[in-house]
């Protein structure tokens, strides 16, 4: 596994930041080193333009510093692309909401599309998990955690252990704030959706 950390708001949750106190390998995006290194961490490569660095983060960390100049994708898809040419294939992003809404829609979007390249894959944010899976899934929950589906054109969309029964919506707000109602949900659909779950400590 390897923790992909992005350029939104530097994680303060205990889940995110236990992560990335773990010990598992740290990659960055651009102006995501400044913050990291600034807590004493240290990355494993820092993926972006490099624009953003610190001249102090961008001397000292010069050998593990990958320039990508194109265009065509931000710099969340430029350091996963590195990530698998590292060979590695499971992925948690960290850090990649808050500040601007176009940057945090863009980045949980992005999400469906590492999963359907065969990325595993999850988002970590300060309030939420977030999961990309496909067709029906079945996953352990506590009794009264939130939870929310965001449909990515799923159909015959339905569900067991949700206080509200889902149905084949297909606007991202009507599969929000939902509940469980045991310790397992199962989630069931034709095609890929994104499954919020809250963290238990906000019940």
């Known amino acids: 596994m390897t923790i992909l950390l992005a350029d939104g708001n530097y994680p303060t949750h205990p889940e995110p930041l236990r992560l990335l106190r773990s010990g598992e390998p ?15 961490g240290v990355p494993v490569a820092i993926v972006g333009d490099g624009d953003s660095l610190l001249p102090e983060v961008r001397s000292r960390f010069a ?28 992925i948690v992003i960290l850090g990649a909401t808050g500040k601007r809404e176009c940057h945090t829609l863009g980045n949980i979007a992005l999400l469906m599309e590492y ?4 990325i595993r894959v999850k988002m970590l944010t300060d309030h939420c998990e977030i999961r990309p899976l496909t ?19 799923a159909k015959l969309l339905g569900s067991e252990g949700l206080r509200y029964p889902i149905y084949s919506f297909d606007a991202w707000w009507q599969g929000t704030l939902n509940e469980a109602l045991s310790a397992e949900v199962s ?3 034709e095609g890929d959706y994104l499954v919020l779950l809250d963290y ?4």
């Open 187 to 189: 989630i069931c659909a």
């Open 135 to 153: 067709d029906t899934q079945t996953f352990r929950v506590h009794p009264r955690q939130q939870i929310s589906i965001i449909n990515f054109g």
């Open 200 to 203: 238990v400590d906000a019940l």
């Open 115 to 118: 999963h359907r390249r065969g």
């Open 26 to 40: 740290v990659v960055c995006c651009d102006g995501a080193a400044n913050r990291f290194v600034a807590e004493g």
């Open 63 to 90: 050998d593990r510093l990958h320039i990508v100049r194109e265009q065509e994708t931000n710099d969340l898809t430029k350091a996963v692309n590195h990530i698998c040419n590292m060979g590695e294939t499971e």
